[in-house]
């Protein structure tokens, strides 16, 4: 845990409206930053998984499983894996050109995914099956299961397909419909997204609209949208509230102050960057993560705290495949702060393009993003470093 914190106080404030802040309560100063360590085991520790219900296989895509998936054994009889005569390998394992041996005359042609007849193990394809008059004859033999699924060849109906707290990918859900599933129990986070400024412009748009597509990405549902927070923290059929927007020390910034005078403001200002400003409490037991307003703040506090809290509520864990690649050139940052870098991958390294606040023109040119450790005061060039595909 770190003892050491930071003051951050907008130009706004020196002077003479310094004075003014002191008897504006209506102000929501920042005192001091949270480490994103502390909010982080609040959320493991505070936020567990919502009740499971059952969902229609086809409504589940990229929500997490509740209960392992488990098929029965498919198929349940051997099927032919292809279009041919179904055959006993060894009636017919001298069969040749010159030595063609007749099928029975019962045995006719059957099409991929039908069941053996009983009594055969493969499955001769046409081309090694002369026709003469109404008769067939094998002209070259075949081992047995060649042209065959047997029982139990798709799912053996002990292993689970996906187990509890896994995403169902769309593999997932084609896989599950092909063995006959028709329902699974999954977690169903229901996310209420606040707008918390007065003001609309393009970036705080973008930001809004950002977090609630990456919401549905995460496993999570928005069931509402308001334009106040009020309504939100007191809607009781959502389980949680993400606001984009009036968490910063502006006029009009008030989301924290309705949080605290609704619920409980466990931290106003995270020690991570960019997204300083942003705030985590809870309104009963209801998460409330206050975003600023800002793309760049937006995408790091979600990257970092968001979609941390939107797995927990969906019983999950976050699933990152990096890819580790070089620095072109050093990062440094101040101990005790946590900060998501933007880079450009080209050439087999990694090219850091900012820090701090990231301009619209380095998250457009940047292939992922890194995250400097609170704990590190940056890194050398040519570090080995995890880069993180943008969701």
Known sequence: MYTRFWCLLDARFRGHDIERMAVDSSIQRITRLTPLSAILALIDSRVGAVKPQKSALGAARDFTLAEDVVSSEQPPRPIALRDGFP??????????????????????????GEPLPNGTDAVLP????????????????????????????????????RRAGEVARAVDIAVMRAAGIKDVTIHLPRI?????????????????????????EAGGLVTGRSITLE???????????????????????????????????????????????????FAGAKPVLLVPGRLDAALAIWLLIGRRLVAKLAGGSIVDWPVTLPLKRKVTST???TELVPVCCAGGVAEPLASGYLSLESLARSDGWIVVPAESEGFAAGTPVAVRPWP
Do not use: N
């Open 87 to 112: 055959v006993e390998s060894g009636m017919v394992a001298d069969a040749g050109s010159y030595a063609p041996v007749p099928l029975p005359l019962t045995t006719r042609p059957i099409d991929f």
């Open 192 to 216: 209420h997204v606040v707008w918390g400024g007065e003001a609309r412009s393009p970036v705080i748009e973008a930001a809004l609209v950002t977090i609630i597509r990456v919401i549905g």
């Open 126 to 161: 046409f081309d090694a099956v002369t026709l003469r008059g109404h008769r067939a004859e094998a002209v070259a033999p075949i081992a047995a299961g060649e042209g065959v699924l047997f029982a139990g060849g798709d799912t053996m109906g002990q292993r689970p397909l």
């Open 335 to 337: 101990i005790g702060l």
């Open 231 to 281: 309504p939100a923290l007191g809607d009781p059929e959502t389980d949680a509230v993400i606001a984009v927007g009036g968490t910063g020390s502006g006029l009009r910034d008030a989301a924290v102050h309705t949080l605290a005078r609704l619920g409980q403001v466990e931290a106003h200002a995270i020690a991570v960057s960019p997204g300083e400003t942003a705030a985590f409490g």
